[in-house]
Each structure stands twice: as C-alpha cells, then as structure tokens.
C-alpha cells in the first residue's frame, strides 16, 4: 500500500511545477532590480562627470558674450555660467574667433558652443541645449542713407552687406545666391562701419544693435531697421559626437533656470526676451539670419 503524501496526483504535480517557475522568475526579478540598484549610482555619476567636463568655447561678441574688466559677462554668458554652476563644472569658457570655436566644436567630442542660432542647415549638425536667448534680426541703414531697401531684392544690389564671419547670415545669404557680403571678423565695430559708409547694410539683431549705439554715442534716430529677418533663438550648442547623457544634464539645468526666475532675473539685467513657452519659434518658412 502507498504511504499517503509520497506520491502526488497529476493536478498536484502541475500545480507545483507552476509554483516553482513562478519562485524563480521573482527570484530573477529581485537579482535583477538589485543588480540595477548596484549599478545605477555609479553609472549616474558617471554621466554627470562627463557632464561637468564639457569643454565650453564662446566669443567676444557684445551684448550676448563680451570681455570686461572684470572678465566674461553678456546675457548668454551668464546663463550659461549659471548652468554650469548648478552642474558643478568649472566654469571656465575659452574665448576664440567664432570660426575657429567652431571648428573644434565641429571635430571634437565633449565640446560646445555658445551663443549660436538653432537653424534648420545647422539642426543635424550639434546637439541643442536651450533656448539662453530669444532676439530679432533685422538689416540695418544709416537714416541718412539714399538707398531704398524695400526688400531682399533691393538689397541684392548693393555695394556690401556686413555680415559675421561664419555666422549663420553669411552661410545662408550666400546659399541664397548674395554676392555682395562683407565678412566681419570682428563684428564688435560693424556699426561704425556703417557709420563711415564702408559697408552699406549691416545685419544684426535688435540687441547688438543697441548695444553698439550705446557703445559709439550714436543718436537713435540716426540709425534704422529696413529688412526684418524674423526672430531667433539661441542655443548652447554641443558637438554631434557628444553622448546624450553628457547633453542631458544642460538641459535638465537650464530648465531649472527657466522655472525658478533665474532667467527672467538676467534678461532684465541685459533687457533681452527671455525664451518662455510663449516664445515664437521660427517656422520652415521664415527666413533665418541671425548672425551667431
């Protein structure tokens, strides 16, 4: 006779076998979760490291990012230096012609760029954190001036328009088939040249624009906007070979920025807009000249 308990019928036997898959797969599932609590702290920290040794290069490129006495400052690079700040990085942002910050940006992993317009030619090209700034772009002439400039069209014909070297209006004004640019390697006396005729149209946005009449003591009403080029956002721009886990935590702190009125706080210190989500964002259709 079978000792009752030693043997299981069939539906015993099924139902055990059920049980034991079941402890096994929680079992899988606690080694798992555990594995991951292991290695996510140092896989974090990581990525902030990576983070923090972003090597950042700018211009000196008034009202945005210019040198003092008292070293860099404009409104971009405040912004930008807070973000750093917050992320724990050093700070330390390497002032270089705009052409060659460029160049490095372009070839070089673990880098970035500021403050540069985000177009459509350039979208593929970095890795955007921002927007640090929202301006306008416009062409400018002397009031004095006898040229009439209704439009592009008209300012196809003449003599030279000043645009920054490297600068996105040089790119597409040239794409659109201008021949008449003027590069400007150094755009901080663009408007002086206007001033003594060397150049004829100058572009610019509404804020370098300011900046530079202040700067020269020239009257408002000796200057005026003819052509405007729409509305621009500028960005923190990082090169396409940089891991997005380096580009996150930008981000993650300019949007802190954003929401506690640290931006609001600097724009009212330079009185340039400051990027809301109200901010108009340019469409496929407009045209995009700003000049980083």
Do not use: C
């Amino acid at each position: 006779m079978r000792r009752a308990g030693i043997f299981f019928q069939p539906k015993e036997r099924r139902s055990i076998t059920i049980l034991r898959r079941v402890v096994v797969i929680v079992v899988f599932v606690i080694v798992a979760l555990w594995s991951r609590g292991m290695f996510a702290a140092p896989q974090a920290e990581a990525a902030m490291e990576a983070a923090r040794s972003v090597r950042i290069y700018t211009e000196d490129f008034a009202p945005f990012n210019y040198i003092t006495d008292t070293g860099l400052t404009g409104a971009g690079a405040d912004v930008v230096r807070e973000m750093a700040r917050r992320l724990g990085h050093d700070g330390k942002f390497e002032i270089l012609p705009w052409k060659r910050a460029l160049q490095i940006v372009d070839d070089t992993p673990g880098t970035a760029v500021f403050s540069m317009v985000r177009t459509a030619e350039r979208e593929p090209e970095y890795k955007w954190v921002g927007p640090i700034i929202v301006t306008r772009g416009w062409l400018y002439k002397m009031t004095d001036s006898d040229l009439d400039i209704r439009g592009l069209e008209d300012a196809r014909k003449v003599a030279a328009i000043g645009v920054q070297a490297g600068g996105a209006a040089e790119r597409i004004l040239h794409e659109k088939g201008f021949k008449n640019l003027a590069s400007l390697y150094t755009p901080g006396n663009a408007l002086q040249l206007l001033a003594s005729d060397r150049i004829d149209l100058w572009e610019a946005s509404d804020l370098v624009m300011e900046h530079q009449r202040r700067k020269f003591e020239i009257d408002p009403s000796e200057i005026e906007p003819v052509i405007g080029l729409g509305t621009y956002e500028l960005y923190l721009a990082f090169s396409p070979q940089t891991p997005d886990f380096v580009v996150a935590p930008w981000q993650r702190v300019l949007d802190e920025l954003r929401g506690d009125g640290t931006f609001a706080e600097i724009g009212r210190k330079y009185g340039v807009i400051i990027p809301s989500e109200e901010a108009e964002v340019l469409s496929d259709g407009d045209i995009n000249l700003m000049t980083r």
